[in-house]
């Protein structure tokens, strides 16, 4: 049984002041914000009986996303989501969008989701499902089993065919929403943060030469 903890994801300015004053009793774990990788693998591990996060992390789509997994996974049900807000207090989490099941991340163009041993282009992503397009037929109400797999993991799932419709253009395709039916959170998650579009627009930024 992994000994109680806190997991702390903030910018140095506001978890600095929260851990100085004594706030949190306890081991309490520290990460950036642009660690989510390695917090959600210590969250997965040492199933925390807090997890803090930096509110302006907590409102991006990344952060939601994050959130999203955590709550998602049964084995951190007992774990509690709470804001650290600019002043340094703590409140507890709410859902900024509540007529969503869960936020969805845009993926980078090429990457693919196999349905049914068939190659499909994914278009967003969430924990508990996927939009793809694909030249394959796609009918709604069916059971299908996927694939995500990128060069660092491959994760299956069972899913359905949650819809879809006929889009015609120079090339006619299927688009579609797929519902997991048995998801991993974490590994969907990290999926995600590996192969989110804002990744490929900040690399292509980076390697862009100078006008």
């Not at 989510?36 to 997890?51: D, F, G, S, V």
């Not at 650290?84 to 969008?97: A, I, M, N």
Request: aromatic share 4%; proline share 7%.
């Amino acid at each position: 049984m992994p000994e109680p903890c806190k997991v702390l994801i903030s910018s140095r300015q506001l978890s600095s002041p929260l851990i100085e004053r004594g706030e949190l009793q306890g081991e309490v774990l520290t990460f950036g914000v642009s660690e989510p990788l390695r917090a959600l693998e210590t969250i997965t591990t040492r199933h925390p009986e807090m997890i803090l996060l930096d509110h302006k992390f907590a409102a991006s789509e990344r952060g939601l996303a994050f959130i999203e997994g955590i709550q998602a996974d049964p084995k951190l049900e007992g774990s509690a989501v709470l804001l650290v807000l600019d002043d340094g207090t703590v409140s507890r989490y709410t859902t900024l969008h509540p007529d969503r099941r869960a936020p969805r991340i845009r993926i980078a163009a090429g990457r693919q989701l196999v349905v049914d041993g068939k190659d499909a282009d994914l278009v967003d992503l969430s924990v508990l499902g996927a939009q793809v397009v694909s030249v394959t037929a796609l009918r709604p109400g069916k059971a299908v089993r996927v694939v995500l797999r990128d060069d660092s993991d491959e994760v299956k799932m069972n899913a359905e065919i949650a819809w879809a419709r006929y889009e015609i253009s120079k090339k006619p395709y299927y688009r579609a929403g797929i519902m997991f039916k048995d998801p991993d959170p974490a590994a969907v998650l990290r999926y995600c943060t590996r192969n989110a579009a804002e990744n490929q627009a900040r690399s292509s930024t980076l390697a862009a030469p100078p006008v």
